[in-house]
């Protein structure tokens, strides 16, 4: 039984005329008589009775008719379906990133990508880069941007360098290594990692890339450094530097949005730096949404990476 075959019995039974049913469906009249015939033949009834040039629906026709008008509907809904998931009117995409980059980078993306395609849902995962790897190999997203570089035991994923971007310093705002006051207005002079060996960190969970890095980084300098909190997500840490727990190692974009109660401090060259990527698996090439996600995000780097201080 064909799709074809399907339409050109509806169109008869509908207009019970050989002749302008074949108008109807823009064929010959004698392709569709015998594409009928084909049709009978295979169902071993006959759905048209066709006594002194009348047309009328046997049994069989009558208990085909609502089926096939089922089918062409369902076809026409997967047809329309299709196109609008091709043309970006609907779907989906699955979006993976670490918290500070869903503070600092994502928000103006989402919304530019927002307002290009509507109908196309967002669902974001917000974790380490570690875990969005995970995530990725499972399947269970389509796309993540993640920290480089990536572990050595990590799945087979094609990565994009975004953009690279500097850590800084927040603070309270009257801080200043050391423990000598000065105030909000005073110069930003560039800190040295070596100046937090005495200073109460405000440090993250573990699992994030900004902790492993900020560890690193004091190791590198000789010191341990000494946390006052640790374990707290993003939001977390911007706060408990707010209420003057101690200061927090934390990337440009998230300094530049975390308000004007924070003070914001370069670390003195080389400084940290992280490189930011956009992956997805080697294996198995993204949705059409997403890929169309992935060109916007793609088209900001130019404007997302901050200068160096």
């Known amino acids: 039984m064909q799709f074809q075959q399907l339409l050109y019995f509806v169109a008869v039974a509908e207009t019970r005329h050989f002749t302008q049913a074949a108008e109807r469906v823009h064929v010959a009249q004698p392709s569709l008589s015998q594409q009928i015939r084909a049709l009978e033949k295979e169902l071993g ?19 085909l008719l609502p089926l096939a008008r089922r089918i062409l509907a369902d076809a026409d809904t997967a047809r329309h379906e299709v196109q609008e998931l091709a ?38 995962e917000e974790s380490g880069s570690h875990d969005l790897v995970r995530e990725l190999a499972r399947g269970s997203l389509d796309l993540a941007l993640i920290v480089l570089p990536l572990p050595a035991s990590s799945p087979a994923l094609t ?46 969970r573990h699992g994030y890339d900004l902790r492993e890095l900020t560890v690193a980084a004091c ?10 909190v640790e374990g707290g997500e993003m939001d977390a840490v911007l706060g408990f530097v707010r209420a003057g ?59 997302a990476a901050s200068p160096s201080p």
């Open 245 to 303: 727990l101690g200061v927090a190692v934390v990337p440009s974009m998230v300094a530049e949005r975390a308000g004007h109660d924070l003070r914001v401090t370069p670390l003195a060259r080389p400084g940290l730096r992280r490189t930011i990527a956009l992956a997805h698996r080697s294996d198995v090439a993204p949705p059409r949404a997403a890929r169309e996600l992935q060109r916007v995000l793609l088209s900001s780097r130019a404007t």
């Open 87 to 124: 043309q970006l009117r609907r779907g989906r995409v699955r979006l993976g990133a670490t918290p500070s980059l869903c503070t600092g980078l994502l928000p103006d993306v989402l919304r530019t990508f927002h307002d290009l395609h509507p109908g196309i849902e967002l669902l974001i």
């Open 159 to 204: 990565t994009v360098e975004l953009l690279r971007e500097d850590l800084v310093v927040v603070s309270p705002p009257a801080w200043r290594p050391g423990g000598a006051p000065t105030t909000a207005k005073g110069p930003r002079r560039p800190v040295r990692i070596a100046d937090l060996q005495d200073e109460p960190l405000v440090m993250f």
């Open 219 to 228: 190791r590198a300098e000789g010191f341990e450094p000494s946390f006052t």
């Open 45 to 63: 009834a006959e759905l048209f009775s066709r006594a002194r040039g009348n047309i009328t629906l046997t049994d069989a026709g009558e208990a």
